[in-house]
């Protein structure tokens, strides 16, 4: 019986071995990092990215984005290790090599088994993998293979290699025959050991042990301390619960502490003593019990590759979970009196006792519910040193961790003494429905009535520094209470009528010896003058006019306010003030009942939805880690989607960093660049907000927030560069990660495309000149054509005209030359009528002269006759005749002499009197010859001229004329 009992009392001794408080576990399951089962080993390089040898590949995790990186054979990798040469080495079944970024910065698998010879290549999976100086060392069941410059030496085992790790900077090996080796002068050589041997069992684990010793784990029989050659089991009370518990992977936590990871128990953290300091199982939130793997990342959280799924363990972390009783009741009030720490929960008070440390969190103990206060509890206050309890079924005193009433009136919230001096001769407490009054007397609190007419649920009580109390109600507005002298009290009500915002959402509170009140916006405080609420000045530079539900002074000074469901805190401990947010605590308290109960810097306890929250604020300041965000991924998407680069600008532990030759070129048909970027800092992402840029699109800088991807569509062609940076909630940025890429222009916008353009428009350019020069040429044809037929037209229209002008001329000289012939027959006639009459005048003289008898008269006859028979008057008619011809016919005469230079003056009158187309009589008159006479004279012409009968001669006459 006693031994059953013992049995059922284990796990609460086990639970009760624990600290009070502990940190957050992040659970990744199966389905979150989407990969095998189990995961065997786990390592991180030193930009923080974590790697996990699983069932199904090697797993990386930036904090935000899992990538699986399968083997070729696609065995299980159960080992993995980053070597001196910044690469990362796996081993699983009959497969070993590493992986290392491409260009295109995604990792890729490069094996070594081609290295090794051939008999040894069937070596089954590799257990571990050790970086040791510049080589790189794989431990499988019968070989160890040491790779030096691709050259690879063997070291067989006895019997069975079951362990290689380094501690102290020498590499260490097990072989459950010849037991420990080390490795020295590249040999395997045999530890010497005095005092006793390791059992054959596995060795699980080499750690530093203190001064020149180390610390051995085996799988079964605990822990062995080895000093010098010496070897003995580690003494320690837990050593049998440490052999049933099947150690199987360790790590150090410092330089006093460990962790042990188990297949039955989880996480076991120790000192070198073998003395617990902390258990994590699945009662601590653990997915399951059976740990694989264990380790310490550089920001000294754990990291557990469980048999189904991986677990995170915040263990750096400066705040830490509290659960009473180990139950998930909403926390509601804390107090640490007695060196004993007091919850007030929804299902009633725990304490527990503290150890003597500056982190409170770290005491170990088990919490004891205190009797008859089960139910719900409101309020805890240490008054004239005594421990009062606000409780939905009254008002009690604690004492040996029982509680003990003093009134039995339903709902009681708190208690607030109505003076400074101690002990408190007279207290006050808010209940559910009015303010009472207790009086001390004798170590007793005893009811001294109520505030009358006041019926007001009193959750919010404070005092000023003239003894008012202040009141609030969350609906109804805030009270003040003043009590005169006769012991007659006063209620005046202030609503939104006496300058508070709303009458809605008001608590009243104390803060550095001022009154104020938390409102719906901001901070507001009392004007004694106006007897009004105003705006707090104060407040309002610091923290705004953002809603606030809760204020708190804490010993430092500074001030703790809760804004909807995100706690702040205004810290004074800097030049100015600054406000600090804690986003880890975020939707985890209790919304409307909010309370903190701060003792000092290091111990800080929030209630919460389940339990309460330790808060070492001075630790939070602290840890700050090295701020750096990373470009995970850039994919390019049209239809489907291709990975441009995968997260790796140079080798896993080098600063990355893009180089020129490493710019891509991103052809126009993809649509959409999509980048995904992370922050390795594990733990604290919900700490953390993003900002980005694309230089060369949008050169400002983004608003902050928590998404860690951005996608660009349509972008034009140009040069960009993607930046993005992070900050924490302490205001700290990191420096930017850059991406730059090249967007192509569409083949139309590229360059052979500008000078096929250009050289298509020269060509079009030439043609439409030569077009245009043939259209010119053909419209000048055409022109020069129409100009012709119009010229021809003209022509014809001009000669025409002309035509008809020497017609009108012709006419006009014919009508001239007849009017000239007629003047010129005229004149002839004139002459042959004139020779006519003085022919006849001489007959008629010649007559009378003979019949005349006068001598006288016949003298004057004689004279007469002379005188009309002198031939120079004829001549110089002739000469007048001749000059007037040839202005009527163009010097025809002229011409006639020039043509026949012979011709004789008769011969010319002859043919000028032709000429004129006179008939033979009119000649012969004209010539005084006869008529026979004119046609002799015309036959000797004809003959001087050279005409030949055939030829009239009026016509030859006509047409020497014309042709002169």
Not at 91 to 120: H, V
Not at 398 to 413: E, H, K, M, Q
Not at 656 to 662: I, N, R
Request: with cysteine; aromatic share 12%; charged share 20%.
């Amino acid at each position: 019986m006693k031994k059953l009992l013992l049995f059922l009392l284990f796990p609460l001794t086990c639970i009760g071995q624990n600290t009070i408080g502990l940190p957050d576990v992040i659970n990744y399951s199966k389905q979150s990092y989407a990969a095998g089962l189990q995961n065997w080993d786990i390592k991180q390089d030193k930009n923080g990215i974590i790697y996990i040898a699983n069932n199904e590949g090697l797993l990386s995790f930036d904090g935000r984005y899992w990538t699986l990186y399968p083997l070729p054979n696609r065995t299980i990798v159960r080992s993995v290790e980053i070597g001196s040469d910044n690469k990362i080495y796996v081993g699983g079944q009959d497969e070993l090599g590493y992986f290392a970024p491409a260009s295109n910065g995604r990792l890729i698998y490069y094996p070594l088994t081609e290295f090794i010879p051939a008999k040894d290549q069937s070596f089954g999976d590799v257990w571990d993998i050790v970086a040791y100086r510049k080589d790189v060392f794989f431990r499988t069941s019968t070989k160890i293979f040491k790779f030096s410059n691709q050259a690879v030496a063997t070291f067989r085992a006895v019997s069975e290699w079951s362990y290689m790790g380094v501690c102290n900077n020498r590499l260490f090996a097990h072989d459950f025959v010849n037991g420990l080796l080390q490795f020295e002068n590249n040999v395997m050589s045999k530890i010497p050991v005095t005092g006793g041997q390791l059992p054959n069992d596995p060795v699980t684990g080499i750690l530093p042990g203190g001064k020149d010793s180390i610390l051995i784990t085996t799988l079964k029989n605990g822990i062995f301390h080895f000093t010098g050659n010496s070897l003995s089991k580690l003494i320690s009370p837990n050593n049998n619960l440490f052999q049933s518990e099947r150690i199987y992977s360790t790590t150090p936590i410092n330089k006093e502490w460990m962790a042990l990871a188990t297949n039955n128990s989880g996480v076991y953290i120790i000192d070198l003593k073998g003395n617990i300091i902390q258990t994590f199982s699945k009662n601590e939130g653990l997915q399951n019990n059976n740990v694989l793997s264990i380790f310490l990342d550089n920001q000294r959280n754990l990291w557990l590759g469980l048999d189904n799924g991986v677990d995170f363990i915040a263990y750096n972390s400066a705040i830490k979970h509290i659960t009473p009783f180990g139950q998930d009741g909403s926390g509601y009030t804390a107090i640490i009196y007695n060196n004993r720490l007091y919850t007030g929960t929804s299902n009633g008070l725990f304490s527990v006792g503290l150890q003597q440390m500056s982190d409170l969190s770290f005491s170990k103990g088990y919490f004891q519910p205190v009797n008859n206060t089960k139910g719900q509890t409101w309020g805890l206050a240490e008054i004239n040193n005594q421990l009062l309890l606000g409780h939905h079924e009254g008002a009690f005193l604690i004492r040996d961790n029982t509680a003990v009433p003093f009134s039995s009136d339903a709902g009681f919230w708190n208690f607030v003494p109505l003076s400074s001096t101690f002990p408190a001769q007279k207290i006050v407490s808010g209940t559910y429905k009015n303010l009472q009054f207790f009086n001390y007397n004798n170590n007793q609190f005893t009811p001294a009535g109520a505030v009358p007419a006041f019926v007001e649920s009193s959750r919010f009580v404070t005092i000023d520094e003239n003894d008012h109390i202040w009141i609030s109600h969350p609906y109804h507005g805030v009270y003040e209470v003043v009590e005169s002298a006769d012991g007659k009290f006063t209620v005046t009500t202030y609503t939104n009528q006496h300058g508070l915002p709303s009458i809605l959402n008001n608590h009243v509170y104390k803060v550095k010896n001022e009154v104020v009140v938390a409102t719906e916006k901001g901070v507001y405080v009392f004007d004694q003058k106006s007897k009004k609420f105003l705006p707090s000045s104060f407040y309002q530079k610091i923290i705004g006019n953002q809603s606030v539900r809760y204020l708190k002074e804490d010993a430092s000074g500074n001030v703790w306010f809760i804004h909807e469901k995100t706690l702040g805190v205004i810290d004074f401990s800097g030049k100015e003030p600054a406000v600090i947010y804690l986003p880890e605590l975020n939707t985890k308290m209790l919304s409307g009942f909010e309370f903190l109960y701060a003792v000092n810097e290091q111990n800080i306890f929030l209630g919460g939805e389940k339990g309460f929250y330790h808060i070492n604020y001075s630790k939070y300041k602290q840890t700050s880690p090295n701020l750096q965000v990373q470009i995970r991924a850039v994919r390019i998407i049209n239809k489907t989607d291709s990975l441009l680069f995968g997260g790796y600008f140079k080798a896993v532990n080098e600063k990355q960093l893009q180089e020129k030759a490493d710019v891509h070129s991103i052809g126009n048909s993809w649509k959409t660049i999509r980048f995904d970027f992370a922050s390795p800092l594990f733990g604290l992402q919900s700490n953390l907000e993003y900002s980005y840029r694309l230089n060369g699109f949008d050169n400002n800088w983004s608003e902050w927030s928590k998404r860690t991807e951005k996608e660009y569509t349509n972008l034009p062609a140009g040069n960009y560069s993607f930046e993005v940076k992070v900050r924490n909630n302490l205001g700290n940025e990191s420096a930017a990660a850059v991406y730059a890429f090249k967007m192509l222009p569409p083949w139309y916008q590229t360059t052979w495309a500008y000078l096929f353009y250009l050289l298509l428009f020269g060509t079009g350019i030439y043609a439409l000149f030569k077009w245009q020069q043939k259209k010119f040429e053909e419209q000048q044809a055409k022109h020069d054509e129409e100009q012709k037929r119009l010229q021809y037209i003209y022509d014809l229209e001009r000669s025409k005209t002309e035509s008809e002008l020497v017609t009108l001329r012709n006419e006009k000289l014919e009508v001239e030359i007849n009017f000239k012939n007629s003047e010129l027959a005229s004149s002839a006639m004139h002459l042959v009528k004139k020779g006519e009459l003085l022919t006849k005048i001489k007959a008629e003289l010649a007559h009378v002269m003979k019949v005349s008898d006068n001598p006288q008269a016949i003298s004057e006859l004689k004279k007469m006759m002379k005188s009309l028979g002198e031939d120079d008057n004829m001549d110089k008619e002739w000469e007048n005749f001749t000059k007037h011809f040839d202005k009527v016919h163009s010097d025809f005469i002229v011409s006639l002499k020039e043509t026949h230079p012979n011709i004789t003056n008769n011969e010319i009158k002859l043919c000028a009197y032709l000429r004129m187309n006179l008939s033979t009589k009119e000649i012969a008159q004209l010539m005084n010859i006869s008529v026979r006479g004119v046609e002799i004279s015309r036959y000797r012409l004809r003959k001087k001229l050279g005409i030949g009968t055939e030829t009239n001669l009026f016509d030859y006459l006509i047409q020497l004329h014309k042709e002169d």
